[in-house]
C-alpha cells in the first residue's frame, strides 16, 4: 500500500480501500494499482488536503506523469502507464464528490480534467505487437526439462499443465490435487479454493495438445500420493521446502505440503526452462495466446471455438478473439499471398466454407448483441 499519507486524507483513502474491495470486489492487486496512483499525485501535490483539489492540480499532474522518467527503463513513461493513472485519480475523485464533507469542497467540474488528449489516449489504447511462442517450441522445451528430483519433476509438471489447460498462474499455484480429474481429462477451478479471475468457478478441460503434458502430470500426481503420502487436499504443485547447508546458506531440499503464496516462484520455472532451451522467456499468460491461435487452427466449427473458449472460462467467443485471437503477423502475409493466388478448391468446398462462415458471422453477431 502507500506511505508518506498525510493524515488529513487518511480516513478517506482508508474508506476508498473498502469501497474498492466491497463494494467494487477488486483483488488487492488492483487496488495496490490503484493506491500506487493515488500516492502518485499526492506526491506530486506535496499531499494536498484532497478538499482543496482543484482543476489546476489535474493539469499540473498530468504534465508531471507526461515527463517523468521510468524507473526501471530510464524512460519516460508509457502513454499506457499515464492512462491507467489518470483514470485511476478519476475515479479517486469522482469517489469523493459523493462523500460527506466532500461533496461541497469539490467542483465535478475540475475532475474532467483528468482526460489525456484523443491523441495520446490512442496511443495508450494502441495494441503491441505480442510475441506468442507456437505450440512446437513450447512442446520442445517440455522435453528439454529434467525430472530427476522432486523439485525438477514439479517444474515439469507445472509446465505440462500451463500447456495442457491454459490456466492462469494464480490458479495455478492454488490448486489441489483434488481438482484434477485425470480420468476425465479436467481442471475444477472451483473459486472456493481455486484463484480463478473475477472468482469465476468453472471446469477446463485438458486441451488437444499430445499425450506427453498429460502423461508428465498424471505421473506427477501418482508419485506425489505414492511417494510423499499426498492427500487429496494436498497441493498439487507444493512449495519448494528450504534448509541450510554446510554454509549456512539456504537451499532447496525438498517439498513441502503448502501452497506457493503467489505466482513467482512459477514465473521463475518458466523462465529457467526457455532459458535452458535457448529460447525468449515466455510468460505464463503468454500460453493462452498460443492456445488460442491452435485452436483456431484446429476448431472446424463455430461450435468447436466456443468450446475452446469457454476452456479459458470466457463466457463470450469475442473476449477470447478480443484478447488472445489476433493474427499473427506471419499468417496476416500467409493469407494475403493465399488471396493472390488463382483459387484450387471445387464448388461444393466453396460453398461449405461460406455456409461454415455464415455460421459463425450469425453466432458472433448473437454474441454481440447480449454482450450490448
Known amino acids: 500500500m502507500m506511505k508518506n499519507n498525510s493524515t488529513k486524507n487518511t480516513r ?51 504534465k508531471i506523469l507526461l515527463s517523468r522518467k521510468s ?51 490512442r496511443i495508450a489504447n494502441a495494441k503491441r505487437k505480442k510475441t ?23 517444474d515439469r509438471a507445472v509446465f505440462a499443465f500451463v ?22 481429462q479436467s481442471f475444477y477451478q472451483d473459486a472456493r479454493e481455486v484463484k480463478t479471475k473475477f472468482s469465476k468457478t468453472f471446469t477446463t478441460y485438458f486441451l488437444p495438445v499430445g499425450e506427453l503434458p498429460s502423461k508428465i502430470l498424471t505421473e506427477w500426481i501418482e508419485y506425489l500420493i505414492r511417494e510423499h503420502g499426498y492427500k487429496q487436499n494436498d497441493p498439487l504443485f507444493p512449495k519448494t521446502k528450504l534448509a541450510h ?3 549456512q546458506q539456504f537451499e532447496a531440499v525438498g517439498l513441502l505440503k503448502e501452497h506457493w503464496s503467489n505466482a513467482n516462484p512459477i514465473r521463475k520455472i518458466f523462465k529457467q526452462a526457455f532459458e535452458a532451451a535457448g529460447l525468449p522467456y515466455y510468460k505464463p499468460h503468454s500460453f493462452r495466446d498460443t492456445l488460442t491461435r491452435l485452436g483456431e487452427n484446429l476448431c472446424r466449427t463455430p461450435e468447436e471455438f466456443k468450446a475452446w473458449s469457454q476452456n479459458f472460462g470466457h463466457e463470450s467467443i469475442l473476449t477470447t478473439f478480443y484478447s488472445y485471437g489476433d493474427v499473427p503477423d506471419y499468417k ?8 493472390a493466388e488463382p483459387a ?17 458471422q450469425t453466432m458472433m453477431a448473437k454474441t454481440k448483441s447480449l454482450a450490448n
Open 12 to 62: 478517506i483513502l482508508y474508506e476508498y480501500v473498502k469501497y474498492l474491495k466491497e463494494a467494487k470486489q477488486l483483488d488487492d492487486s488492483t487496488i495496490d494499482g490503484v493506491m500506487k496512483s493515488i500516492n502518485r499525485f499526492e506526491e506530486a501535490t506535496n499531499y494536498l488536503d484532497f478538499k482543496k483539489f482543484r482543476a489546476k492540480h489535474a493539469i499540473a499532474f498530468k
Open 71 to 121: 524507473l526501471v527503463t530510464g524512460d519516460k513513461l508509457s502513454k499506457a502507464t499515464v492512462l491507467t493513472t489518470i483514470r485511476h485519480l478519476k475515479g479517486f475523485f469522482q469517489f469523493l464528490v459523493t462523500q460527506k464533507g466532500y461533496r461541497a469542497k469539490i467542483n465535478y467540474s475540475d475532475i474532467e480534467y483528468f482526460n489525456l488528449s484523443e491523441k495520446d489516449t
Open 132 to 154: 506468442v511462442a507456437t505450440i512446437e517450441q513450447l512442446m520442445e522445451t517440455l522435453k528439454t526439462m529434467p525430472g530427476s528430483t522432486a523439485i525438477e519433476m514439479r
Open 163 to 184: 500447456i495442457l489447460t491454459g490456466a492462469r498462474d494464480g490458479a495455478v499455484a492454488s490448486a489441489k490435487i483434488k481438482h484434477i480429474d485425470i480420468a476425465e
Open 245 to 247: 547447508n554446510k554454509n
Open 332 to 339: 496476416q502475409a500467409q493469407l494475403l499471398r493465399k488471396l
Open 344 to 360: 484450387k478448391s471445387t464448388s461444393s468446398d466453396v460453398e461449405e466454407e461460406f455456409k461454415q462462415f455464415q455460421q459463425f
